[in-house]
């Protein structure tokens, strides 16, 4: 549970390109392309325009050394045209192309689960102890000179863990648990930090809300039990598009920051790259206006998880609570913290309704982030029987999807089909956004069915990690379909690919 103090976390500070990550710095937000970097006048384009919706860095993917290389050109012709946003090469299954971009960009951000270790083979599980140190061994054999080469040219490094796509040798320890994740980063902050490199943000990210918060907040008390005090990067993965991708962004990165948690972030959507950091922006709005309210600093730490029934929703004009529940509205100020301290003062049998209200003033989309923010960040401390909105800006039946797409968010009731689809990024060789689109529409009002859409075969079957059924990008124009972590059509042309899923699905007796 959250101690809501809004005091940030005191990190080390990591410079990207003069841009300070952490410490006293403004949390600050990212954003990452979509295009390949060998189409530089593409990239260019995209990396300025991402600037100037207001994201203090981006990063491009890089699969090989000379993408990597490319992102040298980007880089030099931003410059000449004066946007100076520091880029950062994404890298996996390829050091190679790590150490190629280091002297060319600002930050690369390798992820442990596969800087040193080749694909996860899903065979080899056990390893002995001799073994065990023999890899971590070979981690350090790889990291030390690639720490060595960023120092050399004032370049940053991200470790970035995401789930489902950890190594053979974690997932032969921990599992693809949140601890396997945390031991993920740790095994190469032990490395940087022997090596006295301290450079480094650190991100651990999921699709599942619940899975990614309780992640980040273990991986801090493992940094602290080190000593280590690195800063951290927020996001919610393969979060997909729409609203219910900003509420589950929302939820997961508001929450932390409600907490003083986190110093860089990102709204991760399968829309354009330049609708993110809007979102960004006004996550770390309501949460500035949060801390803005005194009775932030009041509040108790030791309240307990008091959840009583399934949380039910009610609708300010649609859905009049029905006796079981008391209803408390929360008009103004830190919601947040006045939920938690009615909380505290009430404590008893009877289950409460939170019912937020927001000022007609408010746009539409500034209530959904505040209200995932708001209701989210307690039904996620286990706090709530129910749920409620009144904002005259969102029709009835608008207020209605919200609010069960925050209770989706935080896994507490499943009333829609739960979409994992990536973002997409220089990987992705087919039309990621309009297939979402397709996909979500024939595929409505399946609260048991988890679907992944994912853009590239190297990262998606991992990713996508807990789905039912996966859309993988498995080359150009071609989709692979997945049930589970199972591939059982592979290379389908894409403009097959939604109706081969659909008969997948019937076939299996799931729609
Ligand atoms: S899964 Fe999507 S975002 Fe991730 S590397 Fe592949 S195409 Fe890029």
Redesign the pocket.
């Known amino acids: 549970m959250g101690k809501y103090n809004y005091k940030r976390r005191p990190t080390s500070v990591t410079s990207v390109a003069g841009i300070g990550i952490g410490g006293d710095n403004p949390v600050r937000v990212q954003s990452m392309n979509n295009t390949s970097t060998r189409d530089i006048a593409g990239s260019v384009a995209q990396c300025q325009r991402i600037a100037d919706a207001g994201a203090d860095i981006d990063r491009l993917?890089a699969q090989g050394t000379l993408e990597a290389e490319a992102m040298g050109e980007i880089r030099r012709e931003l410059r000449r045209r004066g946007c100076d946003i520091p880029l950062v090469a994404d890298i996996?299954f390829n050091p190679k192309a790590a150490f190629a971009a280091a002297p060319l960009v600002d930050k690369v951000r390798i992820n442990p689960g596969n800087f040193v270790d080749p694909g996860r083979v899903f065979k080899k599980i056990e390893f002995t102890d001799e073994e065990y140190q023999l890899e971590l061994q070979k981690i350090a054999d790889a990291f030390v000179p690639f720490l060595r080469l960023c120092r050399e040219h004032g370049t940053a490094i991200r470790i970035g863990v995401n789930h489902g796509s950890l190594s053979d040798r974690i997932m032969s320890r921990y599992g693809d648990t949140p601890a396997g994740m945390v031991e993920s980063a740790m095994e190469f902050l032990r490395v940087a930090v022997k090596e006295n490199f301290n450079d480094i943000v650190i991100s651990i990210k999921a699709s599942n809300v619940v899975v990614m918060t309780q992640t980040v907040r273990l991986l801090i008390q493992a940094m602290d039990a080190e000593g280590m005090h690195f800063p951290l990067h927020l996001g919610v993965t393969e979060a997909g598009d729409g609203e219910d991708a900003r509420v589950k962004s929302a939820v997961g990165i508001g929450s932390l920051l409600a907490d003083g948690i986190g110093d860089t972030i990102r709204v991760s959507l399968s829309e354009d790259p330049e609708n993110e950091p809007p979102v960004a922006r006004q996550i770390l709005a309501h949460i500035d206006a949060m801390k803005s309210d005194d009775i932030a600093d009041s509040l108790p730490e030791d309240a307990e998880p008091q959840r009583r029934i399934l949380p039910k929703v009610f609708v300010h004009g649609l859905d009049d609570p029905d006796g079981e529940v008391s209803t408390v509205r929360f008009a103004e100020g830190n919601r947040v913290g006045r939920i938690r301290t009615y909380l505290a003062e009430h404590k008893g049998n009877t289950p409460i309704c939170a019912v937020v209200a927001y000022p007609p003033e408010m746009s539409a989309d500034e209530v959904a982030v505040a209200a995932a923010i708001d209701l989210g960040t307690p039904l996620l401390d286990g706090l709530l029987d129910g749920i409620g909105i009144d904002a005259p800006q969102l029709s009835p039946e608008r207020q209605h999807d919200l609010l069960l797409g925050i209770l989706q968010a935080t896994r507490l009731r499943f009333t829609k089909t739960e979409f994992i689809a990536?973002?997409?990024?220089g990987?992705?060789m087919f039309d990621l956004q309009t297939t979402l689109h397709r996909v979500k529409e024939a595929l409505q009002g399946y609260p048991a069915l988890k679907i992944g859409v994912?853009?590239?075969i190297?990262?998606?079957p991992g990713?996508m990690a807990d789905a039912d059924y996966g859309y993988v990008?498995a080359g150009a124009g071609r989709i692979s379909l997945y049930r589970g972590k199972e591939c059982v059509e592979k290379n389908i042309p894409s403009e097959q690919a939604v109706d081969r899923l659909l008969a997948l699905l019937r076939a299996d007796g799931r729609i």
């Open positions: 993917t996996h990536c973002p997409g990024c990987r992705t994912m853009g590239c190297v990262n998606g990713e990008g």
